[in-house]
């Protein structure tokens, strides 16, 4: 399946991310002074991991199916030479993969096409079993030998229980992200790459997309 401008494509679900930065990360901030949006740590190791409870593209149900995405961004990440990977859930049939690649490739428009031009290599595409666990307000993912990820939002000073929301500060979730924080042994490997970003910055919400 190639995406061209008749396809039609809505998802809906959540996601979440672990990046390299401390908590709270200043990528989403604009890069205009005095915000200089540089990676706390110099580069961003980031992981994303997606859910769709309810989705399509063209005739194609994507219910049920995980996605995940790896990023190296070796600088601001508004300046662009990303190196990325997809990892797409083994249990979508052919159709569906090419559906979940064209999404989240940018290659079907949409929030991850606003990415592109960001997008210096593309290390590679895998179809992988991905287990994404929601439990309260816990969030994990697991692909075998490669992703173990999990996050919890950070505790609100008006109580342990109080998700913090930022509005307007993802162009994933422009309603609003829960604030959050990387777990203990959050780790992946793979493509050469191996980071571990226990105790960093991370979000979760969900997610409306569509090219239309």
């Known amino acids: 399946m190639t995406a061209s401008p008749a396809s039609s494509w809505s998802i809906d679900g959540e996601y979440f991310e672990n990046c390299s930065c401390t908590v709270a990360c200043p990528c989403v901030f604009s890069p205009a002074p005095p915000f200089t949006a540089m990676p706390t740590e110099g580069v961003c190791d980031v992981t994303f991991a997606f859910h769709i409870d309810r989705g399509r593209f063209d005739d194609v149900s994507l219910d049920g199916l995980n996605v995940g995405l790896m990023a190296h961004v070796p600088g601001p990440m508004i300046e662009g030479n990303w190196k990325v990977a997809l990892y797409v859930d083994e249990q979508a049939d052919e159709r569906q993969q090419n559906a979940l690649t064209a999404i989240f490739s940018g290659a079907a428009g949409g929030t991850m096409g606003a990415f592109v031009p960001l997008i210096g290599e593309v290390l590679g595409v895998r179809s992988m079993p991905i287990t994404y666990t929601v439990d309260g307000t816990r969030r994990s993912v697991a692909i075998p030998d490669i ?25 994933f979730a422009p309603d609003g992200v829960v604030m959050a924080v990387g777990e203990d042994g959050n780790s992946l490997t793979d493509y050469g790459y191996r980071w571990d970003n226990s105790g960093k910055n991370g979000h979760y919400a969900p997610i409306h997309w569509s090219n239309s």
């Not at 992703?147 to 162009?171: K, T």
């Open 147 to 171: 992703l173990s990820m999990a996050v919890r939002p950070i505790p609100s000073a008006i109580g342990e229980d109080r998700e913090m929301v930022a509005v307007n500060a993802h162009p």
